[in-house]
């Protein structure tokens, strides 16, 4: 009998190759490709609601118009676009304990009072969602727990539930039977997240997926599963610490980069209606290295803290840490430091921490944190009621950022009367302090 034919799967982009070797030619991920029967292949792409024929741009609105369904959580409602919309299929994803099940199950409660809602999940045990149930205060007839890790059984059960609305707590433990790979490999995870989609679009029904992150911090698959579902939300936040921050990276039902912040408690998340005084409460003021930066990625933002520490290395080649940021960007940020304004950061250690455990990925955050950079090297407290945004390009200009209006106005909200911009700002007000590169930057801060 010849040898059962295999093919290696890269767990990162979903590539597959004929031979195994230590990087994948498709993403330059390294050490991410395993070995796997090969599949059918199965429908990726997006799925519409039944309605098929053309029609005039002008009549298309009533189609539009779903009913949306409330998750119980105003501000959630608000990221996703005004709530779920029916056959809209959510990736949920997070590290694992970051408080995904916590949340779905809230949800799941919130939207029972008045609907059926099935809770399928092959990580725990239905008692174990009995237990989280009771303590957060989510027990409720209408609501349904399934533990299931076969795909085929729990979509029957869809079908014969025919719920108003579907949890799927993790893709990485559903395995379909029609596949011989493992759960959780690229192949598994791609045929139960298209059954999935399949079913919710057919049946009308909004269905949430789980997804764990790996420690690299991306879903297994990450680039086959976006594609398929509608919205991509990302739970965030810093172990030890209650922030949670949900953010809408995709969305086909609504604007991606909104953002929803919770804090967790004995008694599951509660929704932060003020985030931006929470995020500014703990900080502390007059310390060397603290910049307070207007952070967006969609159209609301929020005021959070920028923290950088500046010391003496002790080892031959100087440490670069960051939390919530990109390393490699700091490392650009130092180098033009250094070129524009001649100081010596070779032999300092630079650590860099974006408070509330929000990872920044716009280049807005470059400006606070050269400010925060310098502020800790000198040891001096940048003015508390500074705050800053804007990109820096490698000649040193402070380049113009997404949404100016709305950080300037979430700034002086909460007091800040001396806001730094990029000189193209074209907004006049006595609070904005406008600065054309980086010297004109810290100059700034040595007016205090
Ligand atoms: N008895 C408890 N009291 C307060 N918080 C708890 C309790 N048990 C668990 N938690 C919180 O819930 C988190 C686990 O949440 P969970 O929803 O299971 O995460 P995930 O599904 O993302 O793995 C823990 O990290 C902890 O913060
Ligand atoms: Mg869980």
Not at 200 to 214: D, F, H, N, S, W
Not at 317 to 342: C, H, M, S, W, Y
């Amino acid at each position: 009998m010849p040898r059962q034919k295999t093919v290696y799967v890269c767990s990162q982009c979903g590539a597959t190759f004929p031979t195994w070797s230590g990087k994948c030619a498709s993403c330059g991920s390294w050490n991410t490709l395993t070995e796997e029967v090969p599949t059918k292949k199965i429908k990726s792409s997006y799925i519409p609601p039944k309605q098929t024929r053309p029609k005039p741009i002008t009549q298309a609105k009533k189609e539009q118009s779903y009913r949306r369904i409330s998750t119980g959580f105003h501000t959630l409602d608000e990221a996703l676009g005004g709530g779920i919309v029916p056959g809209q299929v959510i990736l949920l994803s997070g590290e694992p304990g970051i408080g995904k099940s916590t949340l779905l199950l809230q949800i799941s409660s919130n939207i029972a009072k008045d609907r059926k809602v099935l809770y399928i999940t092959g990580e725990e045990s239905a008692h174990q969602v009995y237990l989280r149930g009771e303590r957060i205060g989510a027990l409720t007839d209408n609501l349904l727990v399934m533990s299931e890790t076969n795909l085929e059984t729990a979509i029957s059960a869809v079908e014969t539930e025919k719920p108003d609305f579907l949890v799927v707590d993790s893709v990485q433990t559903i395995y379909s039977s029609q596949l011989e790979s493992a759960a959780g490999s690229v192949s598994q995870v791609r045929e139960v997240s298209g059954k999935l989609t399949e079913t919710a679009k057919e049946m009308e029904i909004p269905v949430i997926i789980v997804g764990q992150v790996t420690k690299e911090g991306s879903i297994a698959g990450p680039k086959v599963l976006e594609h398929i579902v509608d919205t991509v939300a990302q739970f965030e936040g810093e172990r030890g610490h209650a922030y949670r921050v949900l953010k809408i990276i995709k969305n086909r039902f609504g604007a991606a980069g909104e953002l929803a912040v919770f804090s967790m408690e004995d008694r599951g998340l509660k929704e932060v209606a003020n985030p931006s005084s929470f995020f500014l409460a703990e900080r502390p003021e007059g310390k060397p290295g603290s910049v307070i930066f207007p952070f967006t990625e969609g159209s609301k933002p929020v005021l959070i803290e920028v923290q950088a520490l500046v010391s003496k290395t002790v080892y031959a080649v100087p440490q670069r840490k960051t939390q919530g940021f990109d390393i490699n960007r700091l490392a650009i940020i130092t180098a033009i430091l250094e070129k524009e304004t001649g100081i010596f950061l070779k032999d300092r250690d630079i650590f860099v921490n974006i408070v509330g455990g929000i990872t920044v990925k716009e280049p807005a955050v470059d400006l606070p944190v050269a400010l925060a950079v310098i502020s800790s090297l000198r040891n001096i407290p940048v003015n508390p009621k500074i705050a800053a945004f804007g990109e820096l390009g490698l000649t040193g200009e402070v380049r113009s950022v997404y949404y100016t209006e709305q950080r300037i106005k979430e700034a002086k909200r909460f007091g800040f009367d001396r806001i730094i911009v990029p000189a193209s700002t074209d907004i006049n007000e006595p609070a904005l302090i406008k600065v054309r590169n980086i010297t004109e930057a810290l100059k700034v801060l040595n007016e205090g």
